[in-house]
């Protein structure tokens, strides 16, 4: 089983700022990783699949990029509804597993 | 944009069988694979297993003892039942589409918003 291994566990932001987030695979997962976004009470929804991918809809100041088994969700200027809770997926070998998530706060 | 909603009991005692069910609207079930996922509380999430539109089904090891996942496309419905629980069942329990048609090997792009269960006597 692939492990996906987030951080931090919770980043301090200002609104306005940027954010990196992190996560790190096992193993190779190639470009088959997907992130998700989690508000509170909301179901969780895409922001990034295939690494670096914006699905429809998604706001340009999510991004996605991949450096070997690395992986960096980054937010520029973070809005009020972007402080959440973001995990990965890996979605190259069964089973599919999880990162245990990034939670996002207001500094 | 398809909805998903899960439902079924809040508090399940031990060694009693879990069951829930995941509701679809705005969209068929057919040519998707669906999956349950799951979270305890203050762990990471944990995919459970997923059945296809026509029936293939595919469960995490960790739990392929006790889990059975069945799909009703004639009611859009998803279920699971998970038994012979423990307190480490204790967890948000989500249901997912897989994205792309007649493919497991995806993202999840869309998910409900989840129900805890608890296992408690």
């Known amino acids: 089983e692939i492990v996906m291994t987030q951080s931090p566990a919770t980043l301090s932001v200002s609104p306005g700022e940027g954010a990196a987030l992190s996560c790190r695979a096992s193993q190779n997962v190639n470009n088959n990783l997907a992130w998700y976004q989690r508000r509170p009470g909301q179901a969780p929804r895409v922001l990034i699949r295939?690494?670096?991918i914006r699905p429809t809809g998604i706001p340009v100041r999510f991004s996605g990029s991949r450096s070997g088994t690395e992986f960096t969700l980054t937010i520029t200027s973070l809005q009020s509804e972007d402080f959440a809770v973001y995990f990965c997926q890996q979605y190259n070998s069964w089973p599919w597993t999880f990162g245990q998530g990034t939670k996002v706060e207001i500094k | 944009q398809v909805q998903l909603q899960e439902s079924g009991p809040g508090l399940v005692k031990p060694s009693e069988t879990l069951s829930l069910t995941c509701s679809v609207s705005?969209?068929?079930?057919?040519?998707?694979?669906w999956s349950w996922i799951r979270q305890p509380p203050g762990r990471g999430l944990e995919w459970i297993g997923y059945?296809?539109?026509?029936?293939?089904?595919n469960y995490n090891p960790s739990l392929k003892s006790r889990v059975t996942i069945s799909v009703d496309t004639s009611k859009d419905q998803l279920s699971l039942r998970l038994s012979s629980v423990t307190a480490a069942d204790t967890a948000v329990y989500y249901c997912?589409?897989?994205?792309?048609?007649?493919?497991?090997?995806?993202?999840?792009?869309?998910w409900g918003q989840g129900t805890l269960v608890t296992v408690s006597s």
């Open positions: 059945m296809s539109y026509n029936g293939a089904t």
């Open positions: 295939d690494a670096s």
């Open positions: 705005g969209g068929s079930m057919n040519r998707y694979y």
């Open positions: 997912a589409r897989h994205a792309y048609p007649e493919g497991s090997y995806s993202h999840f792009d869309s």
